[in-house]
């Protein structure tokens, strides 16, 4: 017994003098770590009370958000993960990048408010040409909005200028594809795009995009969320040109360093209960 309080105590002293990162005191106060060194990135869109494929309530986000901190997640910045895929600087046990699509203004009406309450932050990925005009039906964030929420830590990137839609490929509109990876029909030249056309409309929209992002949030960060998901080569190289340097796809998986190409895993849907939202974090870590 005297062995033990002995062996007990000289822990004691040991953590007490022995220097530990805040991340291996994280570590510590919370679950043991199931993955490291590698990065989860979860991916949400719009968030109402009345859930559909691609939205889901402020009540399963909590829980989520939740179920993240009591069970050991550590969530980092989109700033920090991009210098963990580029640089391989470290990050904590169990780390998890949030990002949300499109620009919606539930974001900061209902996310935002939940993830303050467990200290995370989390980058939007928005549609440039809707925060600019307010042209659609579900209302999207605008600049002064994002930029109060950026002076509290949350980001902003492209999800690009107005290339996040599907268009029809032929003259019947029988066929139609994302316009980002795809040469379109012109209906009032009674053609489909050159690859000229194609991808000089492709690069005005990610020099565009960037432009605006730097002019009124002041970003040196520069990322993008492929619209769908879907994306080529071409496109990917022009967005590069425009000084692009991560890409953030729909593939799920989990992120190890050394990649410009991003996995993320859809946990923005209703068909997630909360058994189900841990059971995926595990599958993957």
């Known amino acids: 017994m005297r062995m033990k309080v002995i062996a007990a105590l000289l822990v ?5 003098t022995w220097p530990v990162s805040q991340y291996e005191l994280n570590a510590a106060v919370n679950k043991p770590a199931h993955y490291k060194n590698k990065v989860i990135v979860l991916m949400y869109h719009h968030i109402d009370g009345k859930e559909s494929e691609a939205t889901i309530s402020p009540s399963r ?3 989520q958000m939740k179920l993240l901190k ?19 600087a470290k990050v904590p046990d169990n780390a998890v990048v949030i990002t949300f699509d ?13 993830m303050k309450k467990y200290h995370f932050v989390a980058t939007h990925f928005i549609i440039g040409s809707s925060s600019d005009k307010q042209n659609v039906q579900t209302k999207h964030l605008n600049w002064d909005t994002m930029r109060k ?10 999800h690009t200028y107005n290339q996040h839609d599907y268009a029809p490929l032929d003259k019947k509109g029988r066929k139609t594809g994302p316009k980002l990876s795809n040469p379109i029909y012109l209906k009032d030249k009674g053609r489909a795009e050159t690859q000229k056309e194609y991808l000089a409309r492709v690069e005005a929209d990610a020099q565009l995009m960037e432009k605006r992002l730097k002019t009124e949030l002041n970003n040196t960060y520069q990322m993008i969320a ?7 080569r071409a496109a990917k190289q022009l967005e590069k040109n425009a000084g692009v340097t991560l890409f953030f796809t729909t593939q799920p998986g989990i992120n190890k360093p050394g990649s ?17 939202f841990l059971g995926m974090m595990k599958k993957y870590g």
Do not use: C, H
């Open 12 to 16: 004691i002293a040991i953590a007490i």
């Open 61 to 63: 986000f909590g829980t």
């Open 70 to 88: 009591e069970n050991g997640y550590n969530v980092i910045s989109v700033e920090q993960f991009l210098d963990f895929m580029q640089k391989k």
């Open 102 to 114: 499109d620009g919606y203004e539930s974001f900061d009406q209902y996310a935002v408010p939940i």
């Open 149 to 158: 929420l950026k002076a509290e830590g949350f980001s902003f990137y492209s």
């Open 226 to 232: 492929f619209p769908y998901g879907v994306f080529n």
């Open 260 to 276: 410009d190409e991003v996995f993320r895993l859809n946990a923005g849907t209703p068909a997630l209960t909360g058994s189900k």
